[in-house]
């Protein structure tokens, strides 16, 4: 009688949410784009409250996007991030920290509510940025995204 979690409703979202509860800023960095591309990709723009510390400038640049998702309807099906790379610089503490990662994402097609596409988004190519991140409530949380030249 235990449930694993493989449901069409919880899995990724499950799997994602344990993955950004990590103490180590590595893996919860994982978790947490896992996550943002949930939020995007399905509709469900309130993981994006799981990501970002509020009040954060990572909080307000992903609260422009789903401000128009949620008032259009639409998703970004179809899309996800991918992060290599990912290496600590020095000077964490318990309560920041900074990650650099190597970023990129997939095309997307965004989708309104009845399924029919309404517009396109092409794959990103891969950029250095480097991730503030701060803890909230015991867990980490994207606070800023830099851009590493």
């Known amino acids: 009688m235990t449930n694993s979690g493989g449901g069409n409703s919880g899995g990724p979202v499950a799997a994602a949410r344990q993955q950004a509860r990590a103490s180590d800023p590595l893996q919860a960095v994982q978790g947490l784009a896992a996550l943002r ?26 609260g422009r996007t789903s401000e128009r998702l949620r008032s259009s309807g639409h998703v970004l099906a179809g899309f996800s991030s991918t992060l290599a790379e990912l290496r600590m610089e020095d000077g964490a503490t318990a ?32 950029r250095q940025l480097r991730l503030v991140l701060v803890a909230v409530d015991g867990t980490w949380r994207i606070s800023e995204i830099l851009p590493r030249d």
């Open 37 to 62: 591309d949930l939020a995007f990709s399905t509709g469900d723009l309130g993981l994006l409250d799981e990501v970002n510390a509020e009040g954060s400038p990572a909080a307000a640049a992903d």
């Open 95 to 126: 309560s920041r920290a900074l990650v650099q990662v190597r970023s990129s994402s997939s095309a997307y097609e965004e989708k309104d509510a009845g399924g029919s596409v309404v517009g396109a988004g092409p794959a990103t190519t891969s």
